[in-house]
């Protein structure tokens, strides 16, 4: 298998108190089923979709007793060929490397990362475990957005980081922008105001997953004691909305094969 593209993202997981409570929400929106919890690495549990690796859970670090325990959300990794050398130029573009690297059996090696802003992030630098076994149908990753009230340090900071080219959304509506790798977009960069994330909300990294219908999605997802916090809206490149699950892990739901107008042009940065 040929290596995953650096900067590529590769990998999601959450942290969750509730565990089982997850499993039985992301089963019920996603139709993930899971496999068993690894002891030996703190319970991590992989999603699988149609017997496919898409994500993991796991439950916080022993002890903690959910003590200063941050809110539950999704971290998406990047992949790298050398974890440490990715580790360094977080460092030496203002980020702050919070874990790692640390090398996970023969998985392979971690870094828990944040932007000049205070994104959190993950890098992995793979070994047996490459990343994810689906992506881009239903119930597995899709797309992925940086909500950031800071869109300059986030515009020089990850190409400066991976090796990115960037294009942004020629429009007056929204501050977006792309990073590409070669043709490839594989991240999106939503400028956000105080008006679209309240005061007490990080900024933070949205991730996609793809559903076959975001309205009967939404409607599970209310069921399971989520919330709705935006859409469902209607746009070219599918119906999304954004949404929570019952322990506050943002996230954000797409059908793909339901598109409405014309892509919007873009412009090299």
Known sequence: MAATPEGTPCWADAMFTDLEGAKTFYGDVLGWTFGEASSEYGNYTQAFSGGKAVAAIVPPMPGSNGAGQAPSAWCLYFASPDAAATAE??????????????????????????D??????????????????KQGEPGSYTWAEVLTRDAAKADA????????????????????????????????????????????????????????????AIERVRAGGGTVHFGPMDSPFGRFAAVGDPQGAAFGMIDLGTTSGDMPPMADA
Do not use: C
């Open 89 to 114: 130029r977080i460092r030496g573009n203002g980020g702050e490397v919070v874990m790692g690297p640390m090398q996970v059996g023969e998985f392979g090696t971690m870094v828990i990362a944040k």
């Open 157 to 216: 900071f990850y190409p400066a980081v991976f090796p990115y080219g960037v294009q942004r959304m020629d429009t007056e509506q929204v501050d977006y922008k792309v990073f590409r790798l070669g043709e490839q977009p594989v991240l999106g960069r939503m400028a956000m105001g105080p008006a679209d994330l309240p005061p007490e909300a990080p900024s933070y990294v949205s991730v996609y997953f793809a559903v076959d219908d975001t309205d009967a």
């Open 116 to 133: 000049p802003a205070g994104v959190v992030f993950g890098v992995w630098q793979g070994g047996t475990h490459k990343g994810f076994e």
